[in-house]
């Protein structure tokens, strides 16, 4: 009796004992399960999607490149030839400075200028190669034959500023407001919590201790998965960080004021007081220091205790400089403008190239127009204009304290004068290509800042951010909102006969005689945008370009009219809008030339082959369609676009 007793206890306990086993089990793969899906919450949430593709120029695409300076953003040895990336592209050269190949943005590579470049074997691939960051397209990848792309679908991590390639295989990618990334072949993802929304201007160091410059925040240092954030309360001579550079335990950091030194992670001194600093390279005991406006200093880091002396080598003509990099016997300097090497005694310097003579003075194209003897006017944003000649003469270049930011070109037919707006009044350019006379608030006009200029009636219709001035016969008068114009800030014209249309921040109002007869806004009628950027007549219809909705028809009645492919969320460059007998074209911020064909009443849009597809500008001359961009100056023959 009790071996039967001790045996159904035996039995029961052993029952207990697995029943425990298994609840135990199951708790810890409940619980393994939940931590694991947590870890891949987090991760799927730090992950940003990305698209990796073979990149191939783009064909027939009908533009040709309207050459602007050259200018050069970073340099890189690969494969034995020296290569300059720039805003027009990357460019490849002996070491003897001999020009090799060319690949410009908008044909071989996507229409963003390059910002940085470096040389890396990535994770993802079997050899070296040639790194890229474009200022919105994301990284490219160049094994000296073939183009790849890491294209992130986040608008934010496509806009970069700096990129460090790892031993490791891993590439660090600085960005405008997604602060650091990581590219280790499979994933993009940030670097770590501490280094996100950060506007980076430098990288230096690795993935496991890495120093990051700021725009405004200072200088970060991340290692062993924790940062340490210096600014001015720590010793550094200012916020904006330019250029950091490393040697041993030490990290010199470049700013706008000063260099700050830093030992085993800790702030030291300050180098270089009120210098600013765009550039480092520390070669040995040599500190080598970059400037915007000293050109190249040295400073010798060893000797006695305290601040050590600044050689000024007589340098300060080379501009700003960009980088310093060293070579076998000193640096090789890269300026905005030309490469030279200098020797390691800092004394005499050798340029190496020099870019090619370029037709245009500037890249940041803002206005166009043609005048009457066939030649080309280029206004830019904060360059003047250049006058192109109709024929193989000089390009002629206007710019003082008027003729500075250019707003619109207005030829005259019937003066063979040219008004030309801009942000410090409204110059008058006579038939010698030379500023006449320039009108400003103490001359009549409601504002000295002027955005747009029409013929009107027997004079002119000046826009301004604070209303609209009539000049005519009988002198100078105004209008804005209290005579009914549907807001001040006035960014567009249109006229046709004595139908003058007003594009402003808040509306659109019509203009008959110099009387507003009707506004419209958005809410109250067909308009989707309050922002209106460009007003043109196309036969019996108006073309409105909006500042969010793209592009709208207005009738003859009054009423709006979206259109298949323009009415989006696109925004219309100011008075970047072109009608010829065979098509209108819109300039856009960001998504290429809209090009509506009038006979087939569809439009299309062109992004291949642009320098950028921020078109600022647009004009027809010679039977060529002209596009300016922020990042140069583009032509097609419009009768290619058709075809």
Known sequence: ???????????????????????????????????????????????????????????????????????FEQLAYFQGHLYIAG?????????????????????????????AISVGRLADATQQELILAT????????????????????????ELTAILACPDGHLLVGTKKRGVLVYDGKTIQELHPTLDKLYVQTLAGSDMDLWVGTLDQGVKHWRAGMTESFSVEQGLPDQQVQAIGLQGDKAYVGTAAGIAEFDRGRFSRVLAKDVLVTALYVQGEQLWVGSEDQGVLQLTLTGRPGRPALQRSD??????????????????????????????????????????????????????????????????????????????????HVEDEHV???????????SHTVEVATANGLVRFGESGRPQQVLGIADGLIAQHVTDVVAYRDGLAIATPAGITFIDSEGARSIYSFHGLANNHVYALGVSDDDLMVGTLGGLSEVKSGLVKTNYR??????????????????????????????????????????????????????????????????????????????????????????????????????????????????????????
């Open 1 to 71: 009796m009790i071996r039967v007793e001790w045996k159904r206890w035996s039995w029961i306990g052993a029952s207990v004992i697995a029943v425990t086993v298994l609840l135990t089990g199951f708790v810890a793969w409940r619980a393994s399960r939940a931590l694991s899906l947590s870890r891949q919450e987090l991760r799927s949430d730090r992950e940003l999607a990305f698209t990796l593709r073979p990149l191939s120029p783009a064909q027939n695409t009908g533009f040709e490149i309207v050459r602007s300076p050259e200018v």
């Open 315 to 396: 340098e300060s003509d080379l501009g700003e400089v960009r980088q310093i990099q060293g070579i076998e016997d000193g640096v090789i300097v890269l300026t905005r403008g030309h490469v030279f090497s200098m020797n390691t005694n800092g004394l005499g310097r050798r340029e190496t190239l020099k870019p090619e003579p370029a037709v245009l003075s500037d890249r940041d194209v803002s206005a166009l127009a043609r005048d009457q003897s066939g030649q080309l006017w280029v206004g830019y944003f904060d360059r003047g204009l250049d006058i192109l000649p109709d024929g193989a003469l000089q390009t002629v």
């Open 522 to 643: 958005a809410g109250d009628s067909g308009l989707k945008q309050n922002w209106v950027t460009a007003v043109v007549r196309v036969g019996d219809e108006w073309m409105v370009g909006t500042y969010g909705s793209g592009v709208m028809e207005l009738d003859g009645a009054g009423k709006f009219h979206g259109y298949q492919t323009a009415t989006a969320p696109v925004e219309i460059n100011p008075n970047a809008m072109l009608v010829t007998p065979d098509h209108v074209f819109a300039g856009t911020l960001g998504q290429g030339l809209y090009i509506y064909d009038r006979l087939k009443q569809r439009w299309t849009i062109a992004r291949d082959g642009l320098p950028s597809p921020n078109v600022t500008a647009l004009a027809q001359s010679g039977g060529y369609i002209y596009a300016g961009t922020d990042n140069g100056l583009a032509r097609i023959e419009e009768s290619r676009i058709r075809q």
């Open 404 to 414: 500075f930011c250019i707003n619109r070109i207005l030829p005259e037919k019937s």
């Open 135 to 158: 200022a919105d397209q994301g990284v490219l990848a160049f094994d000296g034959q073939r183009f790849r792309q890491i294209y992130p679908a986040d608008a934010g991590a496509r």
């Open 87 to 115: 805003p027009a592209g990357l460019s490849e050269y002996e070491p003897a400075g001999n020009l090799l190949r060319r690949f410009p943005v908008g044909e071989y590579l996507p229409g963003s200028p390059l910002v």
